[in-house]
């Protein structure tokens, strides 16, 4: 499932700048080779953030609706320090607001860590939260689109790309998209790689027409999702809520706390696919058209040997201090079971989409003509899943 969540990233790529895109063209040329470091021994990494001490490196950031209809602050979009309410304590919390007119606000929070905090690059971790936040939704009220304390959900998790909201495609409007994938609703089935279901802000006070009061929440939870250090040594953390309901939510985030914990053995590549056809998400890396590819293209310029290069799109492929691209490689197996090599030439981070590689093959002489072949790349001999394309 979570693998069916990341497809829909490779329909947002179409939308990147052709700057961005003239960058998988310019892979072709580029090796990628990290300087050598010594390889630490990872340990255990526990951070605590409590926002009576400030913002602490925290970034507040919305996303899943369309900013061309945000009008004289129609969203009430707002984040900020501020003083709590006299029954959430003394100090401040991290206040966040918005109202939910596009049935699926999201309201989030960001922070990075990096190797000078002990992350440890390429390496895999289990991510723990606690989050104390505090909470004016009453627990069993119903609203317009949902509950504004049941249908409000919290979602916790990290990723190795920064979380950002970017425009997406037209429908009809250009919503802010999340470029890592936090999911979406209530459940283990719907976790994204970056974010998973952590509860509800529901406060568990009764539904009336009285007051209502803020209450102080503690929920504890684990990403259901190893996450990967990037190749920098760098984590970012995500807490933020979706919302089925079309009204207003405002939370006072209290204390962060999480602890990362060194696993092993690492979470396996994944090649993405196209969402409509289920094949490989794969293009030329010249001249950006997919399948099916000719080993051998005139238009290949940019190499002396003519062969074609083609660009797949993966995750869970961060390179640890001192690895180069030799720790990743590439196979090809057609209908006859004939298995082909083929040569990884560069990996690079996708622009806005650090989470994303784009790996560059080359097309040996030996594959023309196999039509459909399965393709799958490892990382320190660990298989990704197998994804189709063609070749001529």
Known sequence: MKVLHTIAIFDLLQTLTVFNRLAIILLVLITFTPVAFAQETPQPVSVSFDFRNGALG???????????????????????????????????????????????????????????????????????????FGSSAPTGCSGVGGSPGDSVNLRAGASPAEPLALLGIPRPFRDLETNVDIGLGSGPTRDGLAASFAGTIANGQPCDSGPRPWVSIQRSHQHTTLVNANSKGEIWFFVGTDSGFEGPTQLYYQRIDVTLTPVSPPPPPVLLTDQTTGRAAALDSVTLMREPFSVISSQNFFSPDHHTRVTLFGYNLELKNGENLSAITAQAEDSQHRVFVLPV???????????IKQVTLRLPDEIQGTGDVAVSISLRGIASNKVLFSIK
């Open 58 to 132: 925290w970034q507040a950031g919305f996303a899943r609706y369309p900013p061309e209809t945000d009008k004289n602050g129609f969203y009430e979009l707002l984040a900020e320090i501020r003083s709590l309410p006299p029954e959430l304590g003394n100090g401040t919390g991290f206040y966040i607001q918005g109202n939910n007119h596009s049935d699926a606000l999201v309201m989030f929070m960001k922070r990075g860590l990096s190797a000078d905090n002990g992350i440890v690059a390429g390496q895999a971790y289990q991510v723990n939260f606690t989050i104390v």
């Open 345 to 355: 030439e560069a990996a690079q981070e996708v622009a806005d989409f650090g989470w």
